[in-house]
């Protein structure tokens, strides 16, 4: 917490402490909306701590699948997003009726499979799944399924690459993608390895394999975290991944470097569905209680499959790289 805090952020601890609410953000939140949230998380820690909120609020700092998961996990509780618009390109390439038809396609041709879908989708196309997982548990979710079974894993066809490799499945991969991990520039990265030649590079399997391969260490951001705090000596760290996560990484060892890997289109390369909320949305949802995430007919079954993918973890032996 800033040893003084502006008008905008005593407004919104006030309002927090009025309407009985806590403050959820992701990693890839600015650095001021981390600062004031009670929880920070990547998605797994933060669908994992919603189940735990006794406060009759959640203000949800992250995308809108976020926030719903928060509310399916914990349905009594008003959950708000401070922007509805707050989406993600991963929710995007996967309409759930376009999945549906591939499914039946797929069950026509006697193909016995089953859906792993990653939580960046819809409440819908979680409904049509038989797990949800997230980077941070994606490898022991699959480790658990029955070799008969082919998996269909939806919408993201590098992590899915990722997990096909560590794990030894073969998938059958979704084309869709992140657009921030997506286009990292390699030419910068392999640029950026030759300026720092001690630098480790860690980088987040959302990203395209021609990244992953000069990486060190590849991990989503609970497990990032966990490899960066491992050091205790000063190393220098390029990071491929949203670059707020770098706001997390330096407040918690500020002891290392780091350096962000350029976009290939834009040099920040910031989410900006993420970049949707600020400050003020936080504070005007507070006050008018609004966007809310209402309950939607496709929740109860959505919800079914995240309880059982994310609050009962499979009982075989978690890889180190897991959350
Ligand atoms: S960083 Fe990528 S996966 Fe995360 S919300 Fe933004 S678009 Fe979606």
């Known amino acids: ?21 806590t403050i959820l953000a992701h990693y890839y939140q600015e650095g001021e909306i981390q600062e004031l949230a009670d929880i920070t998380g990547d998605s797994l820690k933060l669908a994992r701590e919603a ?57 026509e ?71 921030v991990h997506e286009i990292f520039s390699v030419h910068d990265l392999v640029r950026m390895k030759k300026l720092h030649p001690g630098a480790q590079v860690i980088a987040h399997p959302e990203c395209p394999k021609n990244i992953l391969e000069h990486a060190e260490f590849i991990g989503g951001t609970e497990a990032m975290i966990k490899h960066v705090g491992s050091f205790k000596d000063p190393v220098e760290f390029i990071v491929a991944t949203e670059p707020n996560m770098m ?41 008018t209680g609004q966007p809310e995430i209402l309950w939607q007919p496709e929740f109860d079954k959505a919800k079914e499959v995240l309880a059982k993918s994310l609050l009962n973890p499979p009982a075989t032996k978690p890889h180190p790289q897991g959350d």
């Open 1 to 21: 917490m800033p040893a003084v805090l502006d008008d905008i952020s005593t407004e919104i601890l006030n309002l927090k402490k009025k309407i009985g609410a």
């Open 247 to 287: 706001w997390q990484l330096e407040s918690r060892f500020k002891q290392h470097k780091y350096l962000p890997v350029p976009g290939i289109t834009c040099a920040c390369n910031k989410c900006p569905h993420m970049a949707l909320n600020t400050l003020e949305k936080i504070r005007d949802c507070m006050k």
């Open 109 to 179: 041709n006697g193909r016995k499979f089953q859906t792993v879908t990653y939580i960046n989708s819809s409440a819908a196309v979680k409904a049509l799944s038989d797990w949800v997982v997230t980077s941070g548990n994606a490898e022991e979710v699959v480790r658990k399924i029955p070799a008969e079974y082919e998996i269909l894993f939806v919408p993201d066809k590098h992590l899915g690459r990722y997990l096909s490799e560590v794990t030894g499945r073969q998938m059958i991969l979704w084309d869709g993608s992140c657009m």
């Open 51 to 107: 189940t735990k909120v006794d406060t009759p609020v959640i203000v949800f700092c992250g995308v809108l699948f976020m926030a719903e998961t928060a509310k399916m996990l914990n349905p009594t509780k008003k959950v708000l997003l401070p922007d509805l618009k707050a989406g993600c390109s991963l929710v995007d390439s996967c309409p759930p009726d376009k999945l549906h038809r591939y499914q039946e396609m797929l069950r």
